[in-house]
């Protein structure tokens, strides 16, 4: 985050969050605090100088995402929606939403809240990060595909076994509900797009994962 002024000698200056915090710009400050992950003060911060919805979206994204990695996750999701009610196509709101929705066991919501962004934007590259659930002692929640014989078929407008989109949370959902061709298909598009070492290694499961199933077809076939 950053602005150019142009100072008497008519040089180019750039204001960076940093340089905009010291000069008592309070979204910069807050910026910083959530950098540096005292989110505790960018939500006190924020809190103390919001003016209704007077306040530029960009603040109060920061205060949405301070208060989310707070773990306040109802007031992120309310400031998230009245950034949404001003502007419906903020990606970055829509992502914060989908990730809020995931955590809560919406994950059908949260899916098409990322269908959203990439119909917007599809190259967005935020959708290329782990989504973590909060850990409970006794219950763990994940996707439930529809479980059927994976088999090559022509694409239709509603085929749910068309990968929607490329993330490595749809990977892993992929590999956990047994779809590896599915899963093969993310992860080669992972990989080819950033040569992350983990997204070899999952390329490497899934491939073996389709083996294993290959194989176990043609035992039963004998």
């Not at 290694?201 to 083996?211: G, H």
Request: hydrophobic letters at 35%.
């Amino acid at each position: 985050m950053f602005d150019i002024d142009k100072n008497d000698t008519g040089s180019t200056a750039v204001n960076t969050t940093a340089d905009l915090a010291k000069i008592g710009y309070w979204p910069a400050q807050a910026s910083l605090y959530l950098a540096e992950k005292k989110y505790s003060k960018a939500v006190e911060l924020c809190n103390e100088n919001l003016q209704g919805n007077s306040s530029p979206l960009s603040a109060r994204l920061i205060y949405a995402k301070a208060l989310f990695y707070a773990g306040q996750i109802q007031s992120a999701e309310k400031q998230l929606h009245i950034i949404l009610a001003k502007d419906s196509e903020h990606i970055a709101a829509q992502k914060y939403l989908a990730d809020i929705k995931f955590q809560k066991g919406d994950e059908y919501g949260a899916m098409s809240l990322y269908e959203q962004i990439l119909s917007l934007d599809p190259l967005c590259s935020m959708l290329y990060s782990v989504i973590q659930k909060k850990k409970t002692e006794t219950t763990t929640t994940t996707i439930t595909l529809k479980r059927q014989k994976e088999i090559q078929v022509a694409p239709t407008k509603k085929d749910l076994r068309k990968v929607i989109f490329y993330s490595e949370t749809v990977g892993d959902l992929y590999l956990q509900q047994g779809f590896p061709r599915l899963a093969e298909e993310v992860f080669a598009h992972l990989y080819e797009t950033n040569k992350n070492p983990r997204y070899a290694e999952k390329l490497s499961l899934a491939r073996e994962n389709i083996l294993e199933k290959e194989q176990h077809h043609v035992k039963k076939t004998d």
